[in-house]
């Protein structure tokens, strides 16, 4: 008797054989652990707190447009008040964000906090009518929501 030895043909055109099967492990892997969490905790603000929280990058908004930084620092964090300087902060804000000093309107997007700090997308339109998308984050003080920073958010870049 004959034994022939046990051999792998591959095939000679399409996919390799592993392409499939990889394919197959990385949809299991996927719908096992699921999609990333947001970042610390957050999620979509209620209504209510969307609202506060628009508030105040409103209110600040405002006071820049009518060159009142007294006014526009009194929405600033503790941790910036404590780093800025009255005239210090309003030169930071003229010199590193002169298009959101300098806007005419803000549009507000998506909302995420979770009780203690929030991150709301704001679109810009400057003067020359362009669009400028930031992400602002804000945190939650005794007296209510406070701007902590503002990013530049970038094209494509997910939001959290």
């Keep these: 008797m004959r034994v022939l030895p046990f051999v792998i043909k591959r095939p000679k055109r399409g996919f390799p054989v592993f392409v499939p099967v990889l394919l197959l492990l990385v949809l299991a892997g996927i719908t096992y652990v699921g999609w990333p969490e947001p970042r610390n905790g957050l999620q979509f603000s209620r209504d209510a707190v969307r609202g506060q929280l628009t508030n105040v ?42 298009l959101i000093a300098e806007s005419v309107s ?46 530049v958010a970038k094209p494509g870049e997910p939001v959290i």
């Design 57 to 98: 990058i409103e209110s600040q908004l405002a006071a820049f447009r009518a060159d009142d930084y007294a006014r526009a620092y009194t929405f600033a964090a503790a941790g910036i008040r404590e780093q800025f300087l009255l005239a210090d902060f309003e030169a930071m804000v003229k010199q590193g964000y002169p």
């Design 106 to 151: 803000a549009t507000f997007g998506i909302a995420f906090d979770n009780g203690r700090e929030a991150l709301v997308v704001v679109s810009f339109h400057g003067r020359d009518k362009r669009v400028f998308r930031y992400n602002y984050m804000l945190l939650r003080e005794r007296d209510g929501w406070k701007v902590n920073g503002v990013f």
